[in-house]
């Protein structure tokens, strides 16, 4: 005799069909309640999130195989992570198991196909206690985390502790259940004249948890037991149904376990370091200064956002004191949405109803029921430029919300529709506008760095494999012209074939578009493309991580399709194949300090680190935060030509981390890291101590050594 067990054992017939009628009106009510939500998400601005449909769901189930199954970005923080892994893992494979049982019973038990008998009885039954007590350890970590850790990340609200409640009463009266079925069950489909856990005990071992409460109760009576059995099995289904109604009902959880996937299927296929594209001629307007001026996945991203705050705990800005949290912004951009959509769906219905493109006639200053607009009220400016675009908050969502597009737009109606830009930004706004670059006050030249190293300028002879693009800072900022003469040095030593623009070039435009001037920006581009291109460049090597970001990955908006090389990247293959030979001369100990827009906006770690080891005589000493986890130097997003006003200077906050690995090195492959690390130095009065320097610098003082 097979083990098995009898579905609806004891409950009568009428009671079956009104428990799969109610689960037909929850699925009715959830997906009214979805049609609801969509034509809120609908206000938004259309954004095409349906292109390469195939590359999408490939890269959803790679996604949801690392984060949602092995939870790659939630272990990142471990004891959270080990509690989503065992409530989510858990609750699927309790899913799961609810769903094969229906199958069995209601598909293919009629066609005397039933699977679920015997040893997969067995099996799954374990397997599914196991689920089970995962659930239960999972949410006893949750309330810990929540009622007695309680994390300054955390938003704790009553809806959070009622949710957690719910399914842990499911999952133990479901144990329960299970135990008291073992003692009372008499399936006469088997034949059985006592209980199965009496006469076939190694069935309801396998169900080891329901096993062991079957066993405190197996010298009840018959009938009191049955009667427990038929008291559990009501109480779990009306538990079950009522938390399924709170699920409905309470909106914010259902978006958790709904929204959240799909918020990742529309993740944007734009490389990481790109912004969004505006088109400067169709536009209505240049930023976002209404709710529903943002696009409908931004919209979307709002509902998806979980409120867990891991964004918050990796941000710069928030963790140096700024009025910036990226958790603070998506939630009460949400709220400011829930209050704004009556009104706004109104408005929408009522201009479809009037023959026109059925689009919001809202007031152009959106209030959240406070009279505050969205930009400067709802989100405040303060909040807005405090950002240093780094990605951290990013990078570690679990849900791939996309902050950093949010800000900038929100920035772009700041600066074009408003013309509202702070002091010290609106000054370098000024300069690359009229002498096409960002370094105010500088008395050198664009060539001045070059003076006795016989480099080609394009304009004599393009005949030449790379063009060296120096950028701004390292042409014309006295400390970073070290770093373009190191560069250069290196090339020459390796016998690279390359030339510069010199005075013919100008600023990539990257800290424009970062600080909101979208039209400064695309001047820049279309200019710089244009040139480029009559010279017939093909290959680029540049030193600064911004001007890579911006000519890879965004350039390519403006048909400009260049390979582009970081200068680390370049070094370390020069090293691989020989070209150059760097004498391991460095005795002191070196930490390397990863460069947000190298790191995180196009994943680039070990190039660095495998030049430094070429050079150095010790192990490279890593930081705490350092790679994906990296902490921002503070200069991104515009922020190293802004006076940083509010809080502790991030840079300086690095820099403890630094002097923290008794490190005398800080190296970095980035002038405005290495700039803003030489400041932080000198403010903290470690002069005599750390240095910063740039990999090229130690590199070309290793081949000189070398010599």
């Given at each position: 005799m097979e083990a098995s067990r009898e579905i609806f054992w004891q409950i009568p017939f009428l009671v079956q069909i009104s428990l799969y009628s109610a689960a037909v009106v929850a699925v009715l009510l959830i997906g009214y309640a979805v049609y609801k939500r969509y034509q809120m998400w609908m206000l938004g601005k259309p954004d095409n999130r349906f292109d390469n449909p195939g590359g999408r769901i490939g890269e959803f189930i790679k996604i949801g195989i690392l984060d949602g199954v092995f939870h790659r970005r939630f272990f990142r923080d471990p004891y959270p992570g080990i509690m989503h892994f065992l409530i989510f893992v858990g609750c699927c494979l309790l899913f799961v198991g609810a769903g094969l049982d229906f199958l069995n019973h209601y598909v293919f038990e009629p066609f005397h196909a039933a699977f679920i008998h015997g040893p997969v009885y067995m099996y799954l039954g374990g397997l599914w206690?196991?689920?089970?007590?995962?659930?239960?350890?999972?949410?006893i970590m949750?309330?810990?985390?929540r009622y007695i850790q309680r994390p300054k990340r955390l938003n704790t609200i009553l809806d959070d502790g009622v949710a957690l409640l719910l399914i842990l009463i499911v999952v133990i009266s479901g144990f329960f259940l299970q135990g008291f079925r073992m003692i009372a069950a008499v399936p006469e489909s088997l034949g059985l004249q006592q209980p199965e856990f009496y006469v076939h005990p190694e069935w309801g071992q396998a169900r080891f948890v329901g096993f062991w409460i079957a066993s405190m109760f197996s010298e009840l009576p018959e009938a009191t037991r049955v009667l427990w059995y038929q008291i559990l099995w009501y109480s779990h289904v009306i538990i079950t149904i009522g938390a399924v109604a709170y699920i409905i009902l309470a909106w914010e959880k259902l978006t958790h376990i709904l929204i959240s996937p799909v918020n990742v299927l529309f993740k944007t296929s734009r490389p990481k370091g790109a912004l969004s594209y505006v088109n400067l001629e169709t536009a209505e307007t240049y930023g976002i200064g209404k709710i529903e001026d943002f696009s409908w996945k931004q919209i979307f991203d709002l509902d998806a956002c979980t409120n867990c705050g891991r964004c918050q705990d990796r941000c710069p800005a928030y963790l140096t004191e700024k009025p910036l949290s990226p958790r603070k912004v998506v939630q009460d951009l949400k709220t400011h949405w829930l209050d704004r959509s009556p009104a706004l769906l109104a408005a929408k219905k009522t201009k479809a109803k009037a023959g026109g493109n059925g689009e919001s006639s809202a007031p152009a200053e959106a209030s959240d029921g406070g009279g505050k607009a969205m930009v400067g009220g709802v989100i405040t400016e303060d909040e807005i430029w405090s950002c240093t675009t780094c990605r951290a908050?990013?990078?570690?969502?679990?849900?791939?919300?996309e902050h950093i597009d949010k800000i900038v737009d929100m920035r772009r109606h700041l600066v074009l529709d408003l013309a509202q830009v702070p002091e010290t930004g609106e000054a370098i706004l000024k300069c690359i506008e009229a002498r096409g670059h960002s370094c105010k006050g500088t008395t050198l030249t664009r060539t001045d760095w070059t003076t006795g190293l016989d480099i080609k300028q394009l304009s004599e002879d393009s005949n030449v494999e790379y063009m060296f693009f120096a950028g701004c800072a390292a042409s014309l900022e006295e400390r970073s012209t070290?770093?373009?003469?190191?560069?250069?040095k290196i090339l020459k030593a390796a016998g690279t074939s390359f030339g510069i623009l010199g005075a013919q070039e100008m600023c990539c435009g990257e800290p424009a578009r970062r600080l909101g001037n979208e039209y400064l920006f695309q001047t820049l581009a279309a200019q710089n493309v244009e040139l480029f291109k009559s010279y017939n460049v093909k290959k680029i090597i540049t030193m600064c991580p911004h001007c890579f970001n911006t000519l890879k990955n965004e350039y390519p908006q403006f048909d400009g399709n260049f390979e582009v090389i970081h200068h680390s990247t370049f070094i370390s293959r020069l090293i691989d194949e020989g070209k150059i030979k760097p004498a391991i001369v460095k005795e002191n100990k070196i930490?390397?300090?990863d460069s947000c827009y190298l790191g995180r906006h196009n994943d680039i770690y070990e190039p660095q680190r495998h030049v430094l080891r070429s050079i150095s005589k010790l192990p490279i000493v890593e930081m705490?935060?350092?790679?994906?986890?990296?902490?921002c130097c503070g200069a991104g997003g515009g922020r190293f030509w802004m006076e940083e006003?509010?809080?502790?200077?991030?840079?300086e906050t690095r820099i403890d981390q630094v002097i923290e690995t008794g490190a005398e090195i800080v190296a970095s492959a980035c002038p405005y890291c290495v700039q803003m690390f030489t400041d932080a130095i000198k403010a903290k009065g470690a002069e005599e101590t750390l240095k910063a320097f740039d990999i090229a610098e130690l590199v070309a003082e290793s081949l000189t050594s070398n010599k």
């Open positions: 206690n196991i689920a089970g007590l995962m659930v239960i350890i999972g949410l949750a309330f810990v985390r908050c990013q990078d570690v969502c679990p849900v791939f919300i070290k770093i373009a003469i190191a560069t250069a930490t390397y300090h705490e935060r350092s790679k994906n986890n990296g902490f006003r509010i809080g502790k200077r991030i840079s």
